[in-house]
């Protein structure tokens, strides 16, 4: 049997839509794949925000330590430019 231009063209035929099943089926396995990788995204973004806002906790509890510290310095130096005191006995 000789290939005539009908068998040649059912067959390119038949050739593309195989190309074209394999590929919209392989697609199809990487929508796990994506559906992974942007739950382990929402975990990081997840943890990133915990990070950031324990950061600022951190921040905002330093400055009112330097605060507290900038308060006492005048006391200090008060302290230590005050005359010296006479011992008894």
């Known amino acids: 049997m000789f290939p005539n231009k009908q068998h ?5 035929t038949l050739a593309v839509a ?3 099943a394999m590929g ?8 796990d794949d994506f559906a992974r990788v942007n739950s382990r995204l929402d975990q990081l973004d997840t943890q990133v925000q915990s990070a950031a ?4 906790s951190a921040n905002q509890a330093a400055q009112q330590a330097n605060q507290r510290l900038d308060s006492l310095e005048g ?3 008060r302290l230590e430019t005050a005359p010296g005191r006479v011992p008894r006995g």
């Open 24 to 31: 919209l089926a392989s697609c199809a396995t990487y929508d």
């Open 8 to 12: 040649l063209t059912s067959a390119r």
């Open 53 to 56: 806002q324990s950061a600022e």
């Open 18 to 20: 195989i190309v074209v």
């Open 75 to 77: 006391r200090v130096q």
